[in-house]
């Protein structure tokens, strides 16, 4: 048989999944989890933590030590709190931090933003709740230039 008798589907390249497993006692400070169920067919519809605590118990009757995970869902900044047994496993979300210069902001909603290496991004719409879009517009033009270093998916609505 040749391969071209063969068609393979790529279903997804490497590093592709938003998420990995790691064992909970591993997981330290400025990490990131993911916290809540998953739900029927569709893999992950937890809340998104920024991890800013951890505290450690000791092994108890029940055989574990449990990790303590408080942190700050990276979409909405609630502060959201987990137990789980140390020796474990909890998905642990892949963020990727990339920082960009504020340049302008549209009468249409959208930002114009520079990257480190020079590069405009403006295909990116801000919220529409006004409360929300004036103290983002206050706040980005009270200095002459503004970092902006939110994860993309937050403000992104395409």
């Known amino acids: 048989m040749s391969d071209e008798e063969h068609q393979f589907e790529s279903k997804a390249d490497a590093g592709a999944s938003k998420t990995y497993p790691q064992q909970a006692g591993a997981i330290r400070k400025n990490g ?33 030590a449990k990790c303590h995970f408080v942190g700050i869902d990276i979409f909405n900044s609630e502060k959201l709190d987990d137990i ?55 706040e980005a033009f009270e200095v002459e230039f503004s970092p902006v270093s939110r994860p993309l998916d937050h403000f992104c609505s395409h």
Not at 86 to 91: A, F, K, Q, R, Y
Request: cysteine-free.
């Open 32 to 64: 990131y989890i993911v916290k809540g169920p998953t739900l029927q067919g569709q893999r992950y519809h937890g809340e998104y933590d920024h991890v800013f605590d951890i505290s450690t118990s000791k092994t108890g009757k029940h055989g574990h």
């Open 84 to 138: 789980v047994p140390s020796s474990h496993n909890s998905d642990v979300r892949r963020v990727t931090r990339t920082d960009y210069q504020l340049i302008d902001i549209s009468e249409d909603g959208f930002v114009s933003l520079l990257s480190e290496n020079g590069n405009t991004k403006d295909d990116l719409r801000l919220p529409t709740d006004e409360t929300l879009l004036s103290q983002l517009e206050a």
